[in-house]
Structures are given as C-alpha cells and as structure tokens.
T-cell receptor, first 118, second 115 residues
C-alpha cells in the first residue's frame, strides 16, 4: 500500500508571496492533518481535515489555511509569506473518526515539503 | 493546552546496550501516546503507541510504559543497533474516539548508537 505523498518536496519562495502544498493520504484514510517542523519550535499541529471539513485547528495565524477534497486529498496554503514560515511542512493521514478500531488513532506521516522563504 | 516535555535531548549508547527516553505530559485528558522515529530527510515514522487504559506495550526490541497517575511515559529500546540511530519524538493527544486530534510533540531525542 502506498504511503502518504507530498508535493512538491522542495520550494523556495520570496517574502510576501503565497504558497500551496499538496498531500495525498494513504488509500482508505479519510483524515489529513498538517504539522510544521522547525528547529526552534519542533513539531507543531496546524489543522486537521475530515470529510472536507476542518475538525481541529492549532495555534497558527489565519495566513495558514487548508482544504480537503472529496477524494481525501488535501492542500494547505500560506499567504503573505514571512521569513519565519521557513520550515518542513508535514502531512499525516489516519483512518478518521467514527471507527471503533485501535488503528483509527494512528497517524502516518509523509516525507514533508521543505519551504524556504527568502 | 497540552505540554509535553522530553528528556534527554541527546542520548549516546554503546551498540547492544539499552536506551530509555522519558516524556511527561500536563493534560490529564490525554489518552493516546505515540512514539515516532525520524531519520534525516524523512518524515516521522510511527514505531509504537499506547493508550491510557494500558500500562505497558512491547514490540520486539521496543517497549513503551505509561504511568497515568504521574503523567509520564517512556520508550525502551533493548539490544540497540546502528540503524536505531535517529531522532525520536514522543507525543500526546486527547483522542476521544471522535477522530485524530492534533498531536502535541516533545522536542525530540537524538539517539546515537556508538559501534
């Protein structure tokens, strides 16, 4: 079974621009979560989508947004990029809520998109 | 919100010895505790997890223990091998059965296996 895929793997953007990152979850997984990883702050939760709806949100400004499509693929968007947005952006997929199985807890990560803002 | 503390930040052990990484959490509502291994250039890989109704779980050379009263959990790796060298992250989540709530991660432990 194919894992979580993220595109692109690397991006270089200029301050003030916007960027869109894409994530395809594991087949059969309906929930997608996004995380930001930086050396200073570590791994931080951005938001989670299930059934095309944002279910949970971390403590990030409104410049960070996302969406999910009917096939469970997800995109996240960062507008008005700042130097501090340089990070590895990770997507994780899981089965999703409403399932009384232990494995529904488990989140599987993709390789990430390395965003550099100059 | 939840706060997860992880120690040590760096751990160096001889090949074949055991390694122990410890985490504490603050939110008593947390009930799901996964551990991830991250190698250079890759995303975190789920290696083992435990829920708060279980005190210990083992998978070959890896085990996790949970003390819900003290709000701490630990990762134990026995008979360490060179391929165990990586950064390990603990995490906590108040998974309520309604879905995968956001994970709160520790800062990570860089495990170095000395040959």
């Amino acid at each position: 079974k194919a894992g979580v895929t993220q595109t692109p793997r690397y991006l270089i953007k200029t301050r003030g621009q916007q960027v869109t990152l894409s994530c395809s979850p594991i087949s059969g997984h309906r929930s997608v979560s996004w995380y930001q990883q930086t050396p200073g702050q570590g791994l931080q939760f951005l938001f989670e989508y299930f059934s095309e709806t944002q279910r949970n949100k971390g403590n990030f400004p409104g410049r960070f947004s996302g969406r999910q499509f009917s096939n469970s693929r997800s995109e996240m968007n960062v507008s008005t990029l700042e130097l501090g947005d340089s990070a590895l952006y990770l997507c994780a997929s899981s089965l999703g809520p409403g399932l009384a199985v232990y494995s529904s807890y488990e989140q599987y990560f993709g390789p990430g998109t390395r965003l550099t803002v100059t | 919100g939840e706060n997860v503390e992880q120690h040590p930040s760096t751990l160096s052990v001889q090949e074949g010895d055991s390694a122990v990484i410890k985490c504490t959490y603050s939110d008593s509502a947390s009930n799901y505790f996964p551990w991830y291994k991250q190698e250079l250039g890759k995303g975190p890989q789920l290696i083992i997890d435990i829920r708060s109704n279980v005190g210990e779980k083992k998978d070959q050379r890896i085990a996790v223990t949970l003390n819900k009263t003290a709000k701490h959990f630990s990762l134990h790796i026995t008979e360490t091998q060179p391929e165990d060298s990586a950064v390990y992250f603990c995490a906590a989540s108040p998974y309520s059965g309604g879905g995968a709530d956001g994970l709160t991660f520790g800062k990570g432990t860089h495990l170095i296996i000395q040959p």
